[in-house]
């Protein structure tokens, strides 16, 4: 069974940076794709960031990319999102999630799920 844990979040002012962590365990994840998704009070998930297990490819959404940066210690079986520069609008609880064979930017398509990490960003 595969279990998502993530860690790392907490209260920034605006313009700081947080590293969020997310340790995997329960199976072996090599064909697997790790995904950050975010979910801000009344909307809905929204697709932040991927990486393929080894790190050789990452994907992140054209909004954040400038800003937020996926990547992976896999012998840690650990997946990390830096986040720079940080808005108010980032405030939202961050999960981190898996999937297997390809990359999908719709959280739906992820079918494990970590229980989250709040990120509040003050102004």
């Known amino acids: 069974q595969v279990q998502l844990v993530e860690s790392g979040g907490g209260l920034v002012q605006a313009g700081g940076s947080l590293r969020l962590s997310c340790a995997a365990s329960?199976?072996?994840?090599?064909?697997?794709?790790m995904g950050w998704v975010r979910q801000a009070p009344g909307k809905e998930r929204e697709f932040v960031a991927a990486?393929?297990?080894?790190?050789?490819?990452?994907l992140h959404a054209d909004s954040e990319k400038d800003r937020f940066t996926v990547s992976g210690d896999f012998a840690k079986n650990t997946v990390y999102l830096q986040m720079n520069s940080l808005k108010p609008e980032d405030t939202a609880v961050y999960y981190c999630?898996?999937?297997?064979?390809?990359?999908?930017?719709?959280?739906?398509?992820?079918?494990?799920w970590g229980q989250g990490t709040q990120v509040t960003v003050s102004s």
């Open positions: 999630a898996a999937r297997r064979y390809y990359y999908s930017r719709t959280p739906s398509d992820y079918d494990y």
């Open positions: 329960g199976r072996t994840f090599g064909n697997y794709y």
């Open positions: 990486i393929n297990w080894g790190g050789r490819s990452t």
